[in-house]
Structure formats: structure tokens, C-alpha cells
């Protein structure tokens, strides 16, 4: 499950993910819930069906990427199929509005539909009775709305205490609880995000949700060194002349190039060293919560293919040198 606040990268996040456990041969699924076709914007793919189709191939080993939006209303066609066999008598079910109430009023059931579906993708075997998928990764809904989302048994508490959706809510949060489960949140280093993250965090643990990373996307590089970031700090204006006349950018008398560079470079350092500072403080934060974490480094030229391979191979050099 890769959360994390709105715009941080979750969907990049987990696309990458999906790219990186799809090493050596295996097969990933990368699924989506919020109905926006997000993946396939991403992979510059068609709009995805409901179904499963392959999206990518690793960059290692020729594993493979398949992708699926998960939609609420088919995803419990399927569950009444597989349930009750009912085949036309879903579609007619359809045409009597069970479906509307299913997936509008009832926002419980149509979240432990969504799971429901990832578990099954999780479970899925083959006629040999391998797991048709390696690892499944979801596109989840952020972190305000993420241990709600994935706390299915409360929210259909009210709905049912026994029969088949009790039922199947149990069997999704067995899954979900599991050790096999692994909730990421993305942040930036921020402060919104981080507080962000430390709230999910400890919904999370008080819900019983596994954890997994904190995944600190766009970080970006660092010019300067300590003593760099110190001159830049103290307005060391004469130091900076001095610098650039020594590196022969227009010597040093007045009104020379030196001079001219002298103002917009030291307002531009006083801006990188005030964003290092802060990011220095969100990380010590981070630090705090006590989550491993990974990073991801801002990719200047926007995300493409090219970027996401990018990404995953830096996940995977990570997951490594553990
Ligand atoms: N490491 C990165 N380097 C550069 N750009 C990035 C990086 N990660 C994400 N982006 C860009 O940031 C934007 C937001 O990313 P993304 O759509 O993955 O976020 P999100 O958390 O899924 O957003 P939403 O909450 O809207 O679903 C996109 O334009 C994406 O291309
Ligand atoms: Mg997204």
C-alpha cells in the first residue's frame, strides 16, 4: 500500500515500486482505486479497463508490470459471481440499483470491495498453484483517509455482523494485518507532509496496520558544502566577490561583473541555505519516528518512463545495501 499527502508522489511511488519487486522474472501488479487513471497517464498508456493488462517490463530480468483500476461497482459484480454464481441475475441487479447502493451509500462496503479485490489479486493462484502475482502493490488513498480505508471490518461493523460481507471483511483484514501487508507513506521534506506522515504513522500502529517505509521523494541535491552554507548565511559579501574574481569571472573593481553576480548569487544561496535548514529539521523529525526509510531524488526533466526506471532502480540499490 503506498500512501502518503496529496501530490507527494504516491502514484509515482508506487508505479516505481511496482517496476522494482518485478525484478529477476517476477510479476507485479500495480493497482489503482480513486478512479482517476493515474497509472496509465503515468505509463502514457490508454485509460485502463477493468482489467488486468501488462503495462510495463522491468528493467532486470524481464519481470513484468500488470495494471489494474480497481472499480467499485464491477468489483462487486465479481464478488456476487464468485459468491453466488450469479451471472445475468448481476446484471439485473445492476438495473435495480443494488449496485448504487452498494457503491454510494454505503462507503464501507465499497472500500472492503476495493481491498476485497487487491486481496483476491493477492490470493490468485495458478493451475500449478503458484501465486499468479509476486507482490501487489496499491495506489491508495492518502494518509488522512488511509487506516478508515483499510480498516474494513469497522466500517461495515454497522452493516453486518455476520453473513458473507462480515465475512469477507474478515478475510480482507486477515490479509491486510498480515506481515505480507506493508503500508508506505511518501513525504516530502516538509513540514505538512512530515506531520502528515507522523499522524498516519500512528493511526497506523494504533489500528494494527503493518507499517512499512517512509519513502522521502524529490530530495534535492546540495550544492553547497558547510562552510559554503556558512559564508552564504553570514552575507560574506567580499568573500563571494573574491571567489568569483579568483575563479576569473570578471575581476574585482567596482561595477566589474564580480560585483554584479555578487547580490543575486548571495540571495539565491540565502535561499538554498534557508530550504536546508528546514529539510534538515523535517528530516531530524522523520528520524524520530523510528521508520526506515528510502529516498527518492527529484528528477529535474518531469517524470517520463525514462524517470520511473530511474526511481525504481534507486529503490531497488537501496533495498540492497540494507
Ligand atoms: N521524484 C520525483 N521527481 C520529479 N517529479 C516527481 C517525482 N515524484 C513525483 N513527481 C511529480 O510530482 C507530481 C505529483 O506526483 P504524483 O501524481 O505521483 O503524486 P500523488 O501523491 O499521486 O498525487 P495525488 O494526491 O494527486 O494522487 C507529478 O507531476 C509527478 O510527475
Ligand atoms: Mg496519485
Redesign the pocket.
Known sequence: MVS??????????AAALALALAREGRRTLLVEV?G?Q?IAQ?FGAEALPYEERKIAVAPAGGGEVYALAIDAERALLDYLQMFYKLGSAGRALKKLGAIDFATTIAPGLRDVLLTGKACEAVRRKDKAGRYVYDHVIM?AP?TGRITRFLNVNDEVAGLARFGPIHNQAQAVMKVLKSPETAVHL?TLLEEMPVQETADGIAELQAAGLPVGRVVV??VRPHHLDEEALGSAAGERRADVAKALSRAGLGGSRRGGLAERLVDPLLAQAAEHTGRVKLEREQRSVLEGLDVPTYE????GT??DLA?LYE?ATELRKQAVDE
Open positions: 502518503g499527502k496529496g501530490g507527494t508522489g504516491k502514484t509515482t511511488v480513486e482517476r493515474g503515468l495506489d492518502p511518501v521523494n524529490m527518492l531524488p527529484l528528477l518531469g517524470m524517470g526511481l
